[in-house]
């Protein structure tokens, strides 16, 4: 009955009046927008003649229970065209253009005379549209119930998914069909630390990415998110629809808003050659321009900290002491007896200042240097910090000082535990002391059930609170870098100053035993569609037993984690091992530090979501050129076509390569380096061993 009903639907999605074609500038993608004969909004998309989405239903049913996707007329269209370049501030690229071609479709319901506009942008790479409510005295407040829109597929493609989750995107990804996804999602589960928001349906996380068996790669995912809640997508395996599903609060409630409203961008990027998906920009061209005038202090950032060692069970901590009877801003941290093993101490800190300033970089992120660590059961209550009171043994005025005559600063750490509400009433208080004592960028972290309780991490309230952070920390020159928020969309255009988030399973996940070696072949396809993530590689010493208890082992090679500077884009990148391991490989150390973090120019040369990615870029305003080559679990040989050099001159390539013994899980830190004379003309072909990788700097 359920098959009957679907099929009827279909059909009478195609009984379509109204029919309105869209055709990308290079001719090669068309979408199609039409009315059913019941006035359902629908639209389609072609690539190159072949199918990518099948008439698919748009609109909305709104609470009580206004349904707002059915009953539509056409009162008018309009078609643009639009081809600009313009330049972000931090980037993979230092000119990007936005061309497309634009249809604005005007509709009013029958039945209620509300109105409701669709704008639709289709570029080379794919399509974007959203919902506009023009301001109406007929319809001003709205709650909406659901979003009606569909993404219908051809076929039972291959995806790479995470289950749907409200709270979470650090789960692994899952590689396997559409028809496989509801038999994985229990096993998926078992992987997280924090799985405690399940979609109530069958459904998946975007960014999703998905390979067709005719051989289309299909990315769907959503642009410029702001005042609205992420979106999943609701997964009907069976004639492998998807439908966007919204993250609610925990009344059921998804989005409350008055009319004269947009909603964020719906992203399809399509290509039949998966470096075409990497090199998109159309996530990017759907956000706003840059709102901050002076974009001057906004910079790239390489950095070192006190961080990893909480992970790798050598002993050191956040907390000052073990006495959990803490009560913020009454107790005395004076008068406790610390435990010694506090790992933001002054003289620790110290080192690190010395390290960073003795190997070029520019920052020291310093975990745990704020009272309030003893009371951190962030899935039980309320936990309280002071982000302007330190422990006794962190001296912040002479931090500042010491850090400041070594030309290095100090990145700060705002971890919240969800406690949101309580941080938004710091956070001026915060960010003003930040200024006081010279920290120009900042960490967030929300691990944890949000306080208030009746929201979710991607619900429309939270949404609105990352957003908020960053413009507030514009207002105060700092830069941001966000762990355990929603997936970023775009907003980093709008807002350059966040300039780096994690929300997915970065480099922490390596000491619960928790990634695999395919993990970094994957995530530039899925994660970092919508922007750059603060991973956090650079990990030397692989084995991490030698610590202690902690029996993990990193899953890629020690050549593999110089790579991933290149193939997973940030303008902010961290040596997050512990350096006395960078003092045992001062010669592989040494890409890390020759590395740049903002380009003028990428090139993604090779790539196949799951197996391999090899890209190169070069260094902004700098004749350096930089590649990276990974691999999943098999070994194999990329190539680096050097075509992207100047003609006609010679250059010195280092290439830092997996040892002939090299792997992931038998002897990860085998590697060699050699020097080359190269040309534009010449091709290396770089051995990876399974797990591996290559890095190549080019001067």
Known sequence: MKTFLLTAAALLLSLTVSAQTLTSPDGNLEMVFGLSETGVPHYSLTCKGKSVINESRLGYTFKPAYVFDEGFELIDTEFNESDTVWQPVLGENKDIRDHHKELFVALRQKSTGWLLNLRFRLFDDGLGFRYEF??????????VKEESTEFRLTGDHKAFWLPADFDTNEFPTT???LSEVDSLTSEVRKEVLAAHAPAPCLAVQTPLMLKSEDGLYINIHEAALVNYPAMHLALDDRNFVLSALLAPNRNGDKVFFQTGYTSPWRTIVVSDDARDILASNLILNLNEPCKIEDTSWIKPVKYVGVWWEYFVGGGSTWSYTDNQDIIIGQTDYTKLKPHGRHGANTRHVKDYIDFAAEHGFDAVLVEGWNEGWEDNFAYHKEVMYSFTKAYPDFDVEELQRYAASK??????????TSSV????RHMHEAFQFMNRYGYPAVKTGYVGRIIPRSEYHDGQWMVNHYNRVARTAADYHIMVNSHEAVRPTGYSRTYPNWIAQESARGTEFESFKGNRPDHCTILPFTRLMGGPMDYTPGIFEGDLSVYGSNKAKLSSTLVKQLALYVTMYSPLQMAADLKENYEKYPDAFQFIKDVACDWDQSWILEAEPGDYITIARK?????????GAITDENARTATLDLSFLP?????????YADGKD??????PKSYRICTKKVTSKTVLKLPLAPGGGAAVSIK
């Open 134 to 143: 023009p301001v109406q005295d007929e319809l001003r407040h709205v709650i």
């Open 175 to 177: 590689t396997s069909k």
């Open 421 to 424: 509400a309580e941080y938004e």
């Open 619 to 627: 260094a902004k305003g700098q004749d350096e050129w930089f590649a």
């Open 662 to 667: 090299a792997s992931w899980n038998e002897n």
């Open 407 to 416: 030309g290095v600063f100090l990145i700060m750490h705002h971890e919240t």
């Open 647 to 655: 003609a006609g001159k010679k250059f010195t390539a280092t290439i």
